[in-house]
């Protein structure tokens, strides 16, 4: 399925957890691994504006279609960890903003050039918003999986309900890039030739450059490193394949099988 930008501008909103009992972790705790994970989820959703940065200083921004997408994406990614740092706070956990100042205080200096790589990127090649796009759509196809089964590990029914409200409106992010990915990919070779080798050699799982590597070891080994979490990588990579040109890249199975190790 796609879904065109205003369709999706018409259905954005607020992630909605008023009528969640959220203080019910007061009595019912999340166990430890749950809650480590939950930091992670927090700190990259809390992260999404970063991400936007980077991608507007390329030519995406002179798509309108794409700029209205992620006017939408960041907002309702915002409220995702908004909602998580509330069940992180139930918990008596740092969370918001001052979890995030402390999470962009520890980022490499060399962050601070991303924008520029971006951007000089952009300028010498028209098909970096195709990679942006399929990028977008393997960040989010992993996000998605990752809370899936975050729900399954955990049995709580408030926090898979929480999750299952995040999923579907991280779908509806699917939809859209993976209907630009799809789009763009099958427009042009070069463009095809440019994602396949940059995400073969430079995609890894989501939050893994701003978060430390051990937490992003345990996230992946805690969700996907058992027979369930190993059959979902593989599903992932199925949609991968159906991308035009990127067939066998086999990328989210191979990051399992080196984090989890």
């Known amino acids: 399925m796609s879904i065109d930008s205003d369709t999706l501008v018409r259905r954005s909103a607020r992630l909605r957890v008023e009528d969640l ?17 939950l930091r992670y989820m927090h700190d990259v ?47 008596g956990e740092m969370a918001g903003g001052s979890r995030l100042t402390e999470m962009r205080r520890r980022l490499p200096k060399r962050d601070a050039l991303r924008p520029m790589v971006f951007h000089f990127t952009s300028a010498v090649t028209r098909h970096l918003t195709a990679l942006q796009m399929t990028w977008g759509a393997v960040n989010e196809w992993t996000t998605q999986a990752g809370y899936a089964r975050l729900a399954a590990k955990a049995d709580h029914p408030v926090l898979a309900e929480l999750l299952r409200r995040i999923m579907r409106q991280e779908g509806r992010h699917i939809d859209f890039y993976a209907g630009q990915a799809k789009s763009r990919l099958g427009d042009s070779r070069a463009a095809q030739r440019l994602t396949r080798a940059a995400l073969g050699r430079l995609w890894a799982p989501v939050g893994s450059g701003v ?38 890249l086999h990328l989210v199975a191979t990051s399992v099988a080196e984090l989890a190790a």
């Open 45 to 91: 959703e809390g992260h999404t504006a970063c991400y936007l940065r980077d991608i507007l200083v390329t030519r995406a921004h002179r798509d309108p279609d794409v700029t209205a997408f992620l006017t939408c994406w960041n907002y309702e990614e915002h409220w995702h960890a908004d909602a998580i740092g509330q069940v992180l706070d139930a918990h």
């Open 211 to 248: 978060m430390p590597g051990d937490e992003t070891r345990f996230l992946v080994g805690h969700l996907f490193a058992d027979d369930t979490g190993l059959a979902t990588a593989r599903r992932i990579d199925r949609q991968i394949d159906r991308l035009p040109g990127l067939a066998g």
């Open 21 to 37: 009992d959220l203080g019910v972790f007061g009595h019912e705790p999340l166990d430890p691994a749950t809650l480590r994970c």
